[in-house]
C-alpha cells in the first residue's frame, strides 16, 4: 500500500533553518498535488504548503510565507519543505500527504521544535 514518510525534523533555535523531506513508496505521485502539513501540541492539523504535481504552482499558509519553500522531484518520489527563519510557534508534528490529503495516507510526522 502508498506509505509516505516524513523525515528531517528537529530540534533549532529560533531564527534556524531545516530541510524535511517526504518520501512516498508504493506507488509514484508525480501526477498528484503535494502537501505539508503540521499539528501543534494540543492544536488540530493545519495546512502549510502545498505544490501542484509540475512544481509549477504553489501555495503557503499565510503565517510560513517568505520563509517555507515546497518543492518536489517526481523522478524521485520525494516533496520538500525547506524552513528558513523559524520561530517557536513553527513547533509540532509535520505530515506530508497529497493535497487535499487522504485520510489514509498520513504518516507519522517528523517533529520539529523550535526553542526561543
Known amino acids: 500500500q502508498v506509505q509516505l514518510v516524513e523525515s528531517g525534523g528537529g530540534l533549532v533555535q529560533a531564527g534556524g533553518s531545516l530541510t524535511l523531506s517526504c518520501a512516498a513508496s508504493?506507488?509514484?505521485?508525480?501526477?498528484?498535488?503535494m502537501g505539508w502539513f503540521r499539528q501543534a501540541p494540543g492544536k488540530e492539523r493545519e495546512f502549510v504548503a502545498t505544490?501542484?504535481?509540475?512544481?509549477?504552482?504553489?501555495y503557503y499558509t499565510d503565517s510560513v510565507k517568505g520563509r517555507f519553500t515546497i518543492s518536489r522531484n517526481n523522478a524521485k518520489n520525494t516533496v520538500f519543505l525547506q524552513m528558513n527563519s523559524l520561530k517557536p510557534e513553527d513547533t509540532g508534528v509535520y505530515y506530508c500527504?497529497?493535497?487535499?490529503?487522504?485520510?489514509?495516507?498520513w504518516g507519522q510526522g517528523t517533529q520539529v521544535t523550535v526553542a526561543s
Open positions: 505544490i501542484s504535481w509540475a512544481g509549477a504552482n504553489t
Open positions: 500527504n497529497t493535497s487535499p490529503p487522504r485520510s489514509h495516507y
Open positions: 508504493g506507488r509514484t505521485f508525480s501526477s498528484y498535488a
